[in-house]
C-alpha cells in the first residue's frame, strides 16, 4: 500500500506520535542500566510521574496465594490501574530472589537467583565476535507515554518496546497493527478474571479480511463488530470539561497499516485509555480526579442486543429506544415469532413476500445503521456507480458507501460496500450511522392489460355497495363474535404467556426492567393468539443490586397502577405484578377495569369480584361467553386465575406474589394458593383514563 503523504495525515502522526529524547548517560530512577536489576519494592518511575514499572500482585490481601507479575500502571492516581504486564502467563510465585534486569546479550529478563528465567523480551541480536560485545551499550527506559523501550545507547535505535506487546490496554500514542503484510496482527487480549492477568478468552483487534472494522472475538467467535469506519480519522469522544476531542486514526507506519488514538496536541492533559475487560467489554476510559475514579466515555456492548449477530439475519438492535430492542427491517417478519417473544432473535426476520429480482428494483434507506457484516468492498466507485453496482446485479441485496476524504491509505478515498447474503449484525442509533438501501423488490410478469381493467370497473361499485353492508353487519355483531373467538383455552394461553414475557422483563434480562404500563391495549397477539408485550416508552431500568425507585412523575394508565405508585411514586416488580393482576381479570371476566356493578356497589372491576369472593360466588365473574363451553377441569382452571389475580392486586406490594410464583402457580396446579386478605385492593376511584403523558 502507498504511504499517506497529505498535510492532514502528518498531522494525525504529529499528535499521535511520542518524542525520542537523547539519552542520558547517568542512571535514573527511571532507567534500567546493565549490571544494576530492578528488585521486588522498587519501581521505575516516568519522568513525568505519570507511569510507573515494577513487581506487583493483583490478588486481594486476603488471597492464601499470591502471584506476581511485572508491569506498569498510573503513579499518582489511588486507584491501582495497570496498563501492561510482562510476564501474565508466567506468575511468580516467591519474590525473596527475583529481579528485573538488562543483560550484556542486550536482552531484558526476569529471572531467580538459581538463574532460572521467567520471561525475556528475546531480541535474539546476533553477536559476531567478543569486540562486538563490549561495544554494544543498551539501556531500558519507562518513557512518559507508559511505553517501556530497550534502546541502543550506539545509535539510539529501538531494540524492544512494551507497545509492541500490547496486552489489554491501548494508550494515546499507541500502535495496534491492523494489517499483516510483514508482521502478525496485534491484538488487545482481556484478562482472565478481575485478579488474574493471564489471557483471557476475550480478545480486540482488526478483522484479518479487511481494515475496515474491528471485532471483539471470545476465542475465534465474533463477539462484537464495531461500526464499519467511514473516514480514516474519527471523533470518538468530546470532553466538554476539558474542551477536549478525543480521536481515533488509521495510518501507514512502514508496510504495515496501524490504529492509534489520541489528542491533539496542546490539549488539556487528562489520562485516558481503551481497556478490554475479561467480561469482553471494550471501553474508551478518563480519569475524573475530582471524583478519583475512572470515567466510561464510550462502551460496546452496551447492552446484550449489541452483541454480534443477536438479532439474526435481517433484524436489527434498536438503540433509539430506551432499552435497546430486536425489530426486523421494513418489509421483513419474524421467522420465529414465539422465540421474539421470549427473547430468542437468532433466526432473524424474513421478508413477508417472496419477490423475483428486476431492473424495476428500487432500495428503502435506513438511516443512522450500523452497516451488516459480510461485505464486499468496491474499490473507486462514486456514489451513483455504487448504487449501479448492486441495482445491476440481482445477488445483491443492499448497499452502502462513504466518502473517506482526502485521507486515503490506499489511493483510494471512496468506500462502497454491497452485500450478497443475508444482512446480519445491524444497529439503528440515535446519533451517528450510516445510510443503508436494502433492495425492495417488484413483482415480475405480464402486467394486467388496460382493456382487463376497463372490464372490471363497472363491477367494483357494486362491490363496494356489498362490502359496506357486510362491513355494517360484522360491526353491529362484533359485543358476541370476538369473545366466541377467545374460548378458555386460548385465554389461558394469553395469560401465561404474558406471565412468562414479564418474568423474563423481571428476573431473566440482564437487568430488571418495569414496564410500568401494562394493560391490555399494549398486549398484542399474533395470527396464533400468542401475546407479545409491546410499547416500553415508558419503561425504567434497575441496576442489578436495585429492587425499588421512586419517581415524581407518574406515567402510566389509571386504573392498572398499583397504591403505592399512583399515590407516591414508589416503582418496583410489585408495580407491574399489580398491572398483571388487573389484566388478568379482565381476560377471565372479558369486563373493562373500570366496570361497575350496581347488584353488588362496586366501583370497579376489582371491587366487583372481591364482592363476588365474599360471597362464595367468583364462578359469576368467568365471562358468559365461554362458561358453557368450559369443562369442569377448565372452570377450576378459571377459578384459579381469578385467585391469583386477586393476590396480585393487594394493597399492600409486600403480598403480592413475584412472576416467578405466578408463572409456577399458572403451570403446576399441585401448588397450594393463599388464601386472600382483606383489604384486597384501594378503594380510590382513578380509572379510566388512558395515562398521564
Not at 530512577?29 to 505519570?50: A, F, I, N, R, T
Not at 367494483?460 to 362491513?471: A, H
Amino acid at each position: 500500500m502507498p504511504m499517506m503523504h497529505s498535510l492532514s495525515v502528518y498531522a494525525i502522526l504529529l499528535f499521535l506520535s511520542w518524542p525520542f529524547s537523547s539519552v542520558p548517560l547517568c542512571a535514573s530512577d527511571h532507567l534500567l542500566v546493565p549490571g544494576k536489576p530492578l528488585s521486588p519494592g522498587s519501581v521505575l518511575v516516568s519522568e513525568d510521574e505519570v507511569f510507573a514499572l515494577g513487581f506487583f500482585s493483583p490478588s486481594s490481601s486476603n488471597s492464601t496465594k499470591k502471584h506476581y507479575y511485572v508491569g506498569i500502571w498510573y503513579n499518582d492516581i489511588p486507584e491501582c490501574t495497570v496498563v501492561w504486564v510482562s510476564n501474565r502467563a508466567a506468575p511468580i510465585t516467591n519474590l525473596s530472589s527475583v529481579n528485573l534486569a538488562v543483560t550484556s546479550s542486550s536482552d531484558i529478563v526476569i529471572s531467580d537467583s538459581n538463574g532460572r528465567v521467567l520471561w525475556r523480551t528475546n531480541n535474539n541480536i546476533n553477536i559476531i565476535n567478543s569486540s562486538l560485545t563490549t561495544a554494544i551499550s543498551v539501556v531500558a527506559m519507562l518513557e512518559n507515554t507508559g511505553n517501556f523501550i530497550l534502546r541502543s545507547l550506539a545509535d539510539g535505535a529501538i531494540l524492544w518496546q512494551s507497545f509492541d506487546q500490547p496486552t489489554d490496554t491501548l494508550l494515546p500514542g499507541m500502535n495496534l497493527r491492523l494489517s499483516h503484510n510483514m508482521h502478525p496482527l496485534q491484538q488487545l487480549v482481556a484478562w482472565k478474571g478481575q485478579q488474574d492477568p493471564a489471557p483471557g478468552v476475550f480478545s480486540y483487534g482488526a478483522d484479518p479480511n479487511n481494515l475496515l472494522q474491528s471485532f471483539v472475538w471470545n476465542g475465534s467467535r465474533p463477539h462484537r463488530r464495531s461500526p464499519v469506519w467511514i473516514n480514516y480519522l474519527l471523533r470518538l469522544y468530546y470532553m466538554d470539561m476539558f474542551k477536549s476531542t478525543i480521536y481515533m486514526a488509521l495510518h501507514h507506519a512502514g508496510d504495515e497499516v496501524y490504529m492509534s488514538f489520541g489528542m491533539p496536541t496542546g490539549s488539556f492533559a487528562v489520562l485516558v485509555r481503551i481497556n478490554i475487560d475479561y467480561s469482553g467489554k471494550v471501553t474508551v476510559l478518563s480519569w475524573e480526579s475530582n471524583m478519583s475514579v475512572w470515567r466510561a466515555l464510550y462502551a460496546e456492548p452496551e447492552h446484550e442486543c449489541n452483541t454480534y449477530s443477536y438479532c439474526g439475519p435481517y433484524g436489527y438492535c434498536d438503540n433509539t429506544e430506551i432499552i435497546p430492542v430486536c425489530k426486523c427491517l421494513d418489509g421483513f417478519e419474524p421467522r420465529d415469532d414465539k422465540g421474539w417473544i421470549v427473547g430468542r432473535f437468532l433466526q432473524g426476520c424474513r421478508r413477508k413476500e417472496v419477490r423475483r429480482c428486476t431492473r424495476g428494483d428500487g432500495f428503502l434507506t435506513f438511516s443512522g445503521m450500523k452497516v451488516p457484516d459480510k461485505f464486499l468492498h468496491v474499490p473507486n466507485k462514486s456514489f451513483d456507480e455504487c448504487t449501479e453496482e448492486c441495482k445491476s446485479n440481482c445477488s445483491c441485496v443492499a448497499y452502502a458507501y462513504s466518502s473517506m476524504s482526502n485521507m486515503d491509505i490506499d489511493g483510494d478515498d471512496t468506500r462502497c460496500l454491497v452485500w450478497m447474503g443475508d444482512l446480519i449484525d445491524m444497529e439503528n442509533n440515535a446519533q451517528g450511522g450510516e445510510n443503508l438501501y436494502v433492495r425492495t423488490y417488484v413483482l415480475q410478469g405480464n402486467l394486467r392489460k388496460v382493456k382487463t381493467i376497463k372490464m372490471v370497473l363497472p363491477f367494483v361499485s357494486s362491490l363496494l355497495i356489498f362490502v359496506c353492508v357486510v362491513f355494517i353487519w360484522a360491526y353491529v355483531n362484533r359485543d358476541d363474535t370476538r369473545k366466541s373467538l377467545l374460548n378458555w383455552p386460548t385465554r389461558f394461553k394469553i395469560i401465561t404467556g404474558v406471565a412468562s414475557g414479564l418474568l423474563y422483563l423481571h428476573q431473566d434480562s440482564r437487568l430488571t426492567m418495569i414496564h410500568r404500563d401494562l394493560k391490555a391495549s399494549n398486549i398484542l397477539l399474533d395470527a396464533e393468539m400468542d401475546p407479545k408485550i409491546s410499547d416500553f416508552g415508558t419503561a425504567r431500568i434497575f441496576s442489578v443490586n436495585e429492587k425499588q425507585g421512586h419517581t415524581n412523575r407518574v406515567v402510566g394508565t389509571f386504573g392498572y397502577m398499583s397504591p403505592e405508585y399512583a399515590m407516591e411514586g414508589i416503582i418496583s416488580v410489585k408495580s407491574d405484578v399489580y398491572s398483571f393482576g388487573v389484566l388478568l381479570l379482565e381476560i377471565v371476566s372479558g369486563l373493562k377495569i373500570c366496570t361497575t356493578s350496581p347488584s353488588t356497589h362496586s366501583h370497579n372491576l376489582i371491587d366487583h369480584a372481591c364482592s363476588l369472593q365474599r360471597d362464595g360466588m367468583l364462578l359469576n365473574l368467568v365471562d358468559p361467553s365461554i362458561i358453557e363451553g368450559c369443562s369442569p377441569d377448565e372452570a377450576d382452571e378459571a377459578l384459579r386465575c381469578i385467585h391469583i389475580g386477586l393476590l396480585s392486586v393487594q394493597n399492600n406490594p409486600n403480598a403480592r406474589p413475584l412472576m416467578s410464583w405466578v408463572v409456577e402457580s399458572l403451570d403446576n396446579k399441585a401448588i397450594k394458593l393463599p388464601q386472600l386478605k382483606e383489604p384486597i385492593y384501594f378503594g380510590y376511584q382513578i380509572y379510566g383514563s388512558d395515562g398521564l403523558g
